[in-house]
């Protein structure tokens, strides 16, 4: 959703910054869920695609969400986009009916809000480094709906938005019921100033049927569409400022209701709102899906003293990766942080070919030790283990 991210539970994201929340008790007594009319769509399409590899999906078969597939973001406050809803993880908001997953916004009360609706994720769970993402869906309708089905880079807890990425697959606004948005958002271009394009549905609206919403994300190109017409594609070339789609990216469903792009319903909306999902698949080329299988750690961390001329002094981490067969794997985005007597230097480097990554401190004046901590490695052929890294943290002292 343009101008929002989360980071975890409780992160808010403004359209330039930070906001931080608290989610309150939850109510003694909830409200039964509102039973839907269901629709009859057409027969959902086959699971196979041409050039694509099936690499992970959820049909939403079963009595209930998966728990290994999608977790809640919570609460109300905006959203940094002075949204109305509070997201619940109730089965009042969010259910499985008749093989579809169903996220149910409500007029109510609850926690000093005027609606709820729900929020998945994938975040913590599952990610992916280029694919096609697809989900088959039918909108909502109406004046202040805002549904969406998006991508947020894994990294957000460490880059913050906008630079850890953001691409919407999908997005939707009741005020203007014949079309669908995709966007993508980072430094230097987001916000209202994200850079993509609408689809326009030549008959009907996407609130009368289920239709299929998808991009196909190559390490220098996305593409969207609806159904199996491309309307958009972006390239490193077209954006304003930095290229941030090469690390992995979660999947984030949501329903929210109002906000400064779509304005507050009014009296012409209808609730409950619905946004019902058949499915949700990401393919990867059969090549990535074959490498992506193998996984990637941290074999050692070394930290060296580079002593300067003026008398001040570096620390050097040379962190090593390597791949379940021991050996090095070069082109590794190594990403980490640094702790100590400074807390500054470079926090993301590259292996090379030996599979070693270089990175420096800030200059330090006066004796004492220093430390660097790997976050995450990602490279878009492996997965990374962490549980198999030899250590995390190295430190030398001088």
């Given at each position: 959703m343009p101008g929002s991210c989360v980071a975890s539970l409780n992160l808010l994201l403004?359209?330039?910054?930070?906001?931080?929340?608290?989610?309150?008790?939850?109510?003694?007594?909830?409200?039964?869920?509102?039973?839907?009319?269901?629709?009859?769509?057409?027969?959902?399409?086959?699971?196979?695609?041409?050039?694509?590899t099936l690499v992970w999906h959820d049909e939403f078969e079963g009595d209930g969400l998966d728990p290994a597939n999608w977790t809640y973001d919570l609460g109300g406050g905006g959203w940094g986009?002075?949204?109305?809803?509070?997201?619940?993880?109730?089965?009042?908001?969010?259910r499985l009916e008749n093989g579809f997953l169903i996220i149910e916004a409500r007029a109510e009360r609850y926690l000093h809000r005027n609606y709820t609706s729900a929020r998945l994720k994938t975040q913590g769970l599952h990610a992916w480094m280029y694919g096609r993402f697809e989900a088959r869906m039918q909108l909502p309708y109406g004046q202040g709906v805002w549904p969406a089905f998006w991508l947020l880079g894994e990294d957000i807890n460490r880059s913050g938005w906008p630079a850890c990425g953001e691409i919407d697959v999908m997005e939707f606004i009741g005020r203007q019921p014949d079309r669908v948005y995709g966007t993508v958002h980072g430094p230097g271009y987001s916000g209202g100033a994200g850079v993509g394009s609408s689809f326009v549905f030549p008959t009907g609206t996407p609130s009368d049927d289920f239709h299929v919403y998808a991009i196909e994300w190559e390490p220098q190109e996305i593409r969207w569409y609806v159904d199996e017409t491309q309307y958009f594609a972006v390239t490193p070339e077209d954006l304003p400022g930095k290229w941030v789609y090469d690390h992995p990216f979660f999947?984030?469903?949501?329903?929210?209701?109002?906000?400064?792009?779509?304005?507050?319903?009014?009296?012409?909306?209808t609730f409950p709102q619905f946004l019902r999902v058949d499915y949700v698949r990401v393919y990867q080329r059969p090549e990535m899906a074959v490498q992506g299988a193998q996984t990637l750690h941290v074999s050692d961390i070394q930290l060296q003293v580079q002593k300067n001329a003026d008398g001040s002094w570096q620390a050097v981490a040379l962190v090593t990766v390597v791949d379940e067969q021991g050996r090095p794997v070069e082109g590794a985005k190594v990403t980490?942080?640094?702790?100590?007597v400074i807390l500054r230097g470079e926090r993301e480097a590259y292996t090379d070919a030996e599979g070693v990554a270089r990175l420096l401190s800030w200059a330090i004046s006066r004796s004492g030790e220093e430390t660097f901590c790997v976050s995450n490695v990602a490279h878009r052929l492996y997965t990374y283990d962490k549980s198999a890294n030899v250590r995390n943290c190295g430190s030398v002292t001088h």
């Open positions: 403004a359209w330039g910054g930070l906001l931080l929340g608290l989610t309150a008790c939850l109510p003694l007594a909830a409200p039964m869920p509102t039973q839907t009319a269901v629709p009859a769509p057409t027969s959902t399409p086959v699971w196979e695609r041409p050039g694509w986009n002075n949204e109305l809803e509070y997201y619940t993880n109730r089965p009042e908001n969010a999947i984030i469903l949501n329903l929210a209701i109002g906000g400064n792009w779509p304005g507050a319903p009014d009296e012409t909306t980490g942080g640094w702790a100590g």
